[in-house]
């Protein structure tokens, strides 16, 4: 027979067991919630590696170039056969092309410089002197004709000469001049060319400034009206890393950075930065970095490619 007494430990020892079986499938249950929350925000987060590069501060906008040129004028009209390719130099008084007709005749080449066959009507037009004693608005927008032909009518033109010893100059379209003063020094890239140039005339209307460069541009000829860059402010080389990885911890700025799979906060010192891009100071080349920061990251176990 059974006695009360040992009924009663029997009950507290089942009692013990359960209370200790439900405290086990707690602990148990919340590792696993927090493990698998872990697996969560880790695959939800996205990386991007620390990179040497330049930030560079650019913005495109248009010009219209101006070189001196001299019109080739021939005295008779009939076929031109020139003596050289386009861009190729002649001297002061060289033959430059023959007019086969009846009565043919050399044409030379009035100064030294170089020769173009394509004429666009801005020849006589576009000066040095009109950008800047000119009404702009209205000098821009007379609309010139690009022609080249292999025949010219008595008194036309059969080409042009541009003097390449003389820098050439461009009105340059700008959305403000709130940066711009005359005998400022300002950095244009002309066809993937960095070329530097001054500032010599503020214009109201339209917009932009008349600039001088410091030597004949190639390309001003050929593209008298094209789309160039101007470097607003000198670039700065670092480690470059997306904007979207700054992470602001008070009033730090920092990236949260994977090392040995493992995410740690890591303070970094910015060197400049534009809308997509920061470059920084502090980070290795090559370290992972998340993209998309958020609060209780830190000390997070993740693979190292996402």
Known sequence: MVKWGDNMRGNKWQYRVLL?????????????FWFSHDIIISRQLTIAYAQSGIIKHEVRVKATFVNQEFLIYSATGGKVQFLGADGQRF???????????DNP??????????????VDGYETLLTAESLRSSDLAELLAVKGTAQETDSVQAGGAAGKIVNNLVPTEAFVEMTSLDEMAVDKKISLAVADQVQQAIVVLLSESPLGVVVQ????????????????IWNYRPPVSG???PQSSLWLQGEERGVYVITEGVVRY???NILDENETQVCVEGLPSGIPVITNPRKGIEGLAVAKKQ
């Open 91 to 101: 001297r002061r008084g060289e033959i430059v092309a023959n007019i086969q007709s």
């Open 105 to 118: 005749i050399a044409l030379t080449a009035p100064i030294g410089g170089l020769l173009f066959r394509q």
């Open 20 to 32: 200790w079986s439900l405290a086990i499938v707690a602990v148990l249950g919340g590792l696993g």
């Open 266 to 268: 890591h303070k970094v």
């Open 213 to 228: 460069f410091s030597q004949f541009v190639d390309s001003s000829v050929e593209k008298r009206h094209q789309e160039i």
């Open 239 to 241: 480690i470059i890393i």
